[in-house]
């Protein structure tokens, strides 16, 4: 009786890996599959390359929010009311992008500003672009002042300006602080001593004067609230950096984990680690360098 013989598979498989669009468009190419095959494979390539640029845009902005130092609100305004009159400060938006120009080029970021009118308000939309590819908007809308005693184009001008550099700073996460002097400094350090680096146990318990509040002096404005929060790998990645610096400190993870929840509620109004936006997440990393800045001092 006569052996049978395999017949070897024909080869049409596609023995590439999942993710390489561009070595499956090929590969469909070379084995003249059917128009609608193509489609799909080129529609699968553009959804990767969004995925991969957006990854990109968000670690770049990462480790931009890591470098960029808080923004000094310098200029200050006097504001008569007929009950008197208040004073605040600013930073302008020349300041704040000179300071932080060098960082977007270094992180490969640009951007890109539209506006709209709105009732009674103006809308100024920030697009920061990434070299990747990938693209996010901020808006912030801005109250014309109607009572204001200048001309017409001047209060949609100078709204615009307002809305402009919120929308910047949003786009961006970037923080604006006032300046602190030594007995502002002194009482921030009293509030949350720095810890010291230490060989000790890691649950050496913190001695009297180990606050709950803020990380660092001076006040911050909150990042924006809204769009897509963080994941629960993010999450366990601060846990895991809670542990990290708590033995290097010498105290209890609990400890770290309690005053950088305290902070978080402090500057941006969030109760949970899962609240964070992406923007809140990369300042909140910094939050560990610059407690551990203060430690190694």
Request: charged residues 25%; hydrophobic residues 35%; contains cysteine.
């Amino acid at each position: 009786m006569a052996k049978s013989v395999p017949v070897p598979a024909p080869q049409t498989d596609l023995v590439v890996p999942p993710t390489n669009a561009e070595a499956l468009i090929a590969k469909a190419i070379e084995h003249q599959l059917p128009v609608d095959t193509m489609e799909r494979l080129l529609a699968l390539r553009e959804r990767l390359r969004a995925e991969q640029a957006r990854e990109a845009f968000f670690t770049a902005l990462t480790r931009f929010q890591a470098e960029c130092p808080i923004i000094v609100k310098s200029n200050l305004v006097n504001v008569q009311t007929q009950g008197g009159g208040y004073k605040y400060q600013f930073a302008p938006l020349d300041k704040i992008v000179t300071t932080v120009q060098p960082l977007l080029a270094k992180h490969g970021f640009s951007y890109s500003f539209d506006s709209e009118d709105a009732d009674k308000a103006k809308v100024t939309i920030c697009r920061v672009h990434h070299v990747g590819g990938h693209t996010e908007a901020s808006s912030f809308t801005a109250p014309i002042d109607g009572s204001a005693r200048m001309s017409d184009t001047h209060k949609s001008a100078s709204a615009h300006t307002y809305a402009k550099r919120y929308a910047f700073c949003n786009g961006f996460g970037i923080l604006t602080g006032e300046e602190d002097d030594d007995a502002a400094g002194e009482a921030a350090k009293q509030a949350f001593p720095a810890p010291k680096r230490t060989t000790n146990p890691p649950d050496k318990p913190v001695g009297k004067g180990g606050g709950d509040s803020t990380a660092s002096g001076g006040h911050i404005e909150p990042a924006p609230s809204g769009g897509p929060t963080i994941s629960e790998k993010d999450k366990v990645r601060l846990e895991g950096l809670c542990r990290k610096y708590a033995e290097a400190w010498g105290i209890s993870p609990e400890k770290v984990r309690d005053n950088l929840k305290q902070w978080i509620l402090d500057t941006f109004k969030k109760e949970h680690f899962l609240e964070l936006n992406p923007v809140e997440y990369g300042r909140t990393l910094r939050w560990f360098t610059e407690i551990d800045a203060q430690a190694t001092r």
